[in-house]
Structure formats: C-alpha cells, structure tokens
C-alpha cells in the first residue's frame, strides 16, 4: 500500500510530536524515533514562537523593556518583571524600598502558586486524568482575581518598574491574600488526596523519567527538575534578593531524580509558597513603594546580571550597557530550555506514555524556551 | 398482567395486527423492518442521551455547568452537535486505503447494532432470545477490534496505527477475563440464554445470592468492560495527550461520529450484560419470599428496572473516566494477565464448587 508508514527492516520509525500537539502544551516540535513504543531518540525542534524578545529588548529603555518579558515565561511574568527591575537597580544602584520589597516577594510567591496550580492541572491531564484541571483552575482564578485588583491586569501584570513597584497594594489586598492563604492548606491536602495516593498515578511516575545529579548539572537544568534529581539550587536561598534573606522556608531536594519526585518537588514548593506570604503578608511595612528613580534611566557602562527563582527554575538576565538609554545587549537565561535539553536523557528508552508524564514534570513553557 | 401498557402488550398488539392483515411471510418480514428501524431510533436517542449524560456527569465531577444554553437546560445540545457534524466534510486522507479507511466506521456500527438482538429490555421484550445468548454478545463484541484495527491501519497515520495496535493488544486481552467472568455467572444460571439468566433470579440478583464469587466476577466484569469499551483509565487507544485521537485520528465529520455513537453504544451494551447478569435485567427487586414486598416491586415497570440498572451502571464507568488517570499500555497489560485473569480463573474455580456442592439459594 502507497508510501505507508516507512520504517527501517528493524521496525525502527519516528513520529512527529507538535508543533501542535495536545501533550506539548505549546508549538514545541519533538522529533521521536520509536520501536514499536519504545522511544529510542527525542529530537526538540524549537523556533516556532520566536519572537526575538533579545533583540527587541535592545531598542527598548530601560523602562520599557521590563514589559517585554512578561511574554517569555506568561505563567511567571511577575518573576521575569522582577529579574529585570533587579538587574537594571544593579547598575543603578537604586536601594527599593522595604515596602516595594515586601510586595514584590509576596507577589513572586502568588505567582508561583497560580503557576504550579497550572502545572498540577495540566499535569494531570497529561497522565489522563482529566478533572484535576478544574480544581486547579479554581484556585488559580482567586489569584487571578487578586492580581487583577492591585495590578489591572491578569496575566501580564507589568507590576514590578525599577526601583519598585508601578502602584500601591489594593485597600484589600492584604486581607483578601489571607483569607486565600487560609483555604489554600486544605486544597494542598485535596490535590495529595486526588492525585498523588492515585495508585495509576503513582505507577505511572516512579521510576519513570530518571535523571541522575551529574546530568542534572551537566545540562544545566535548574528549578524543580534540579531540585528533585538532589541539586541544590534554589536561588531564592543561595543567592537571596529582596526579602528573601529574612523569610524562613525550607529548600525541596528530593534525591529520586523519576518524574514522581518532580512531581513531589512542585507540590511541596507550593506549602512553602503559602509558608513565605504567610510570613510577609501581616508585615508589609509602611512607606514608599517605590524608590525615586529619574525620568529617563541610563545605566553605567558595563555588564550587569541578576538571577532569580521562576516557578520554572533559575531565570538570568544578563545585560550590556554601553552608557546609553538603551541595553546594548540583553540575554535571557531562560530556565524551561535548559530542562528541556536533558528530555532526551529523561524519556530515552521509556514508552510513549512515560514520555508525557515525564514532559509534564518538566512544566515547559514554550514561549520561555524560545523567546 | 399489571401493567397493561407495558413493552409487552404493545409488541404482542403490533403482531397481532400483521398477522390479522398480512400473510405470516410478510408479517414477519414487516416486523423486521420494523425492529431494524426501532434499532436504528434507539440507537440514536441513546446516542445523543448518552453523550449528553456525560458531558453533564463530568460538569458535576469537575464542578462547573455543563452544556447549559441549547434547549431547555441543555438538553438540545447534543442534538446540535450532530447536525453539525452532519453537515461536515468527511475527509479521507490522501494515501489511505480508501475502502477499508470507508468501511471501519460501519463495521463498529454494525457489530455495536448486533449486539442488540439478545438483550431483554423488558419483560417478553427481546429482538430474539437465542440459546446461547451471552455467547453470542461476547462473540460479536470481538468484532469491533477488527474494526478499530482496521480504522487504524487504513488510515496512513503513525498515531493511529499505534492507537490501533494498542487497542488491539488491550481488547484482545480483557476479553478473556470478561469472558471468564460471564462463565462464572453461566455456571450459576446453567443456560446461556439471556432470558433463562434473568428469569433464574425471581427471588433475588446473583449479586446478592451468588456469594462472593458473584460480587468478585462483578468487579472484573466492570473493570474488562471499562478496557473493552476504550475508555478511561484504559482509553490508551485514544489516549489523547499521548497519540492525539488514537485511531480515529484521521477521522472527521460524521465518520467519526460513528465511532464516538459507538463508544457510546458499547458502554450501553457491556452495562447491560452486567444488570443482566449480576442484578437481574428486567427482573424487579425480588427478595426470597416476601411475597407483598415483591408484589410492590412487581408495580414499577420492568423497562424502568432494566434502564435503572443500566443508566446506574453506565455512571459508575462515567464517574472511572472523570476520576482516574490512564495507565500506560505496559501495565495495562500486567493488570490483565498478572492479576485479573488468574484471579477470574481462580474465581470460576470456586464457583464451581459452589455450584457442584449447591451452595446457592
């Protein structure tokens, strides 16, 4: 028959996963080659949503060119913002005040939280279990809500401007965080009692997806992905910024490296996250929120880099300034290529099935990857 | 009898009237016309109540509304979804085995109609009551996998060849843990015939007075039926986030249709072999000999008895499909034939000293 299903006398084929596929979650493009299920090779083809943010950032101010990020990693925009603003306070030498400071991390935090939601959801999803999306789609919208009151805008917030942040909290803000915080631990319980004592579920992650710490280092991959192969590697704990010094939370290492510690990593993370705006969310200090800043910034000559933690992972902003109002040279550290990198180490002799429940601990999101 | 507009009455009515006014020949080829299309009605009302049954079942699971704006509550929705359907181009691929690519979807049909010829859904109201009844459903059901293989091999699509091997590997294996399961519950009733099966459980269902045996070879009915039937947590055939639409890739408009109607129908079907086998059919809730008691049951119709049971069945693999996450084909398989089968063989073991020793009521 025609030209059907050409495959080597070994029976060895490939397939194409994405650019549109329901388990890429994004136009990521994976060319596999399989015998029979089993996966022998994981090719990613990337570029299909570049949009050449670098190059865009360089005729963009400093002012401007925060907004740009929030379109790289859109389930951590209020982190990206936040690398940028801290990276461009570098060269200026601005000091945030403590208030800025204070609403900055509470927000990085909230964001974290509605990004992990997103994750577990889809996540659940990708193994076959379909409702779990929905629950996790409840909470997220409560946050949603609550960034939509202080910031205006619900997933591109634009919130954080160097030097602090663009407005002041919402009247309610500080109330409503509680309150969400408050119902939040037992939805935490909710999701272990739905998904994680899952027997299907748990069968479907252990073991599956095994990456050692030597890969783990050697690809470069950061975030949970490191995190649950036993790299320690939060930056929020080794290279504090803004409050984070003061705020007590513990670092999630899980040292099983399969897509089940992953997994285990992100739900911890997310009682850690409730642990850090618990902490902060009664103290904000009175005061400015945001430093004085001139008009027009122009940062000294020279090279700038700041890290922060992502839902994702360790998001580097890198910037090169000739003197001028605009960077000479901005390159991102994006977090999801480097965890993507390590999927071919990850999936490589597993089923198909183990492939998308390994890609779904890895919590891609295309945009970030590319740019 | 008690209910004078019962199923019965009617289909007794309607012969007799072909057979006051026609020869007996053309009687009884007016009545199978008759049936074909009486099938064919039934099949897409239930179609489209299922469909809709679901979507609602799964609002509730995943706490939102469901279709709430086509018709009074819903209910049209469905309905809609058809017609548009209808109306949609049915593409076959370029490269793709034109006939067999055409054929599959009717085959499934075909084999999910057949299905119908034994089932009792009232009291006297059965298309034919063949002797050996549930043999013939298990063996008509194997027909679909030809179809599902077909539909994936035709279609010159990677992903639904491998939708299509994996259904293959699965029905093929469930089947016989379904099989051995209705054995079991022959060796109780000792006759095959669907209504010999129901009639044997006048004075209470099999679930209750079959001992454990019964409830055990419930359970792996259900489980088999779930696999059989490609759905979740064992729709690996179709696995969505893994081979986008499995075998029905390729499939549009009201091709595919006919596989969704007949997912559909299978559920329908394999939930009512298990009330007839397990909780009676038609047969109201009798218990021993608590004559008034069984007298009242005896006023709610035995139709409303077989669908009751049935639509009960038909959420329980519903309320699987929107709880469970999938297993992967390699486990799948290791439930199959490294639990499930030997503990059905060990079962139908028991079963039969149970039934030698006459243990039963």
Known sequence: MHQVLSSTPEGIFTINVGPQHPATHGVLHLVITLNGETILKIEPHLGYIHRSIEKMCESLTYRQFIYVTSRMDYLSAHINNHACALCVEKGLQVEVPMRAQYIRVIMDELTRLASHELWWGAMAMDVGAFTPFFYAFRERETINEIMEETCGARLTMNYMVPGGVMADIHPQFQQKVKQFIAGYKNKIAEYNELVTGNVIFQNRMKGVGYLSTEDAISYGCSGPVARASGVACDVRKRYPYDVYAQVQFDEIIETAGDSFARYLVRIREMEQSVRIIEQLIDNIPEGDYQAKTKAVLKLPKGEFYQRVETARGELGVYIVSEGGTTPYRIKFRSPGFSNLSALNEMAKGGKIGDLVATMGTLDLVIPDIDR | ?361
Request: aromatic letters at 14%.
């Open chain 2, 1 to 361: 009898m008690l209910n004078t507009i019962s199923f019965e009455a009617i289909k007794t009515a309607v012969q007799q009237w072909l057979n006051m006014h026609w020869g007996p020949h053309l009687a009884f080829i007016a009545e199978c016309i008759l049936i074909g299309l009486l099938v064919i009605v039934f099949f897409a009302l239930l179609g489209l109540l299922l469909v809709f049954m679901e979507r609602k079942v799964s609002a509730v699971m995943q706490i939102r509304l469901g279709p709430n704006r086509v018709g009074p509550k819903g209910w049209l929705q469905t309905s809609a979804d058809t017609l548009k359907l209808m109306l949609k181009e049915g593409l076959t691929p370029d490269g793709a085995d034109k006939f067999l690519f055409n054929l599959a979807p009717f085959l499934i049909m075909i084999a999910a109609m057949l299905i119908m010829v034994p089932i009792a859904f009232a009291r006297n109201f059965q298309i034919w009551d063949i002797n050996i009844g549930v043999l013939y459903i298990s063996s008509i059901a194997s027909i679909s996998v030809i179809a599902i293989l077909m539909a994936g091999w035709s279609s010159n699509n990677k992903y639904a060849l491998l939708g299509a091997m994996r259904s293959g590997a699965q029905i093929i294996s469930y089947e016989l843990s379904a099989g051995v399961a209705v054995i079991t519950m022959v060796m109780l009733t000792q006759s095959l015939s669907i209504q010999d099966i129901i009639l044997s459980q006048q004075n209470g269902w099999w679930i209750f007075k079959g001992h454990i045996p019964a409830i055990i070879a419930f359970v792996i009915f259900m489980i088999a039926a779930t696999a059989e039937t490609n759905r979740a947590p064992f729709d690996l055939a179709e696995a969505e986030s893994e081979l986008t639409a499995g075998f029905h890739t390729e499939y549009s408009g009201m091709k595919f249709a006919l596989f969704f109607l007949a997912e559909y129908i299978n559920v329908f079907i394999v939930c009512a072999v298990a009330a007839i086998l397990f909780f009676g059919g038609w047969m109201p809730f009798h218990i021993g000999n608590w004559e008034g008691f069984n007298h009242i049951m005896d006023y709610i119709p035995s139709s409303i008895w077989f669908l009751g049971k049935t639509f009960c069945l038909i959420f329980l693999i519903m309320w699987f499909r929107w709880t469970f996450p999938r297993l992967r084909i390699d486990q799948l398989l290791n439930l199959e034939w490294k639990y499930l089968l030997p503990i059905s063989l060990a079962n139908l073991l028991l079963m039969t000293i149970i039934v030698v020793l006459k243990w039963y009521l």
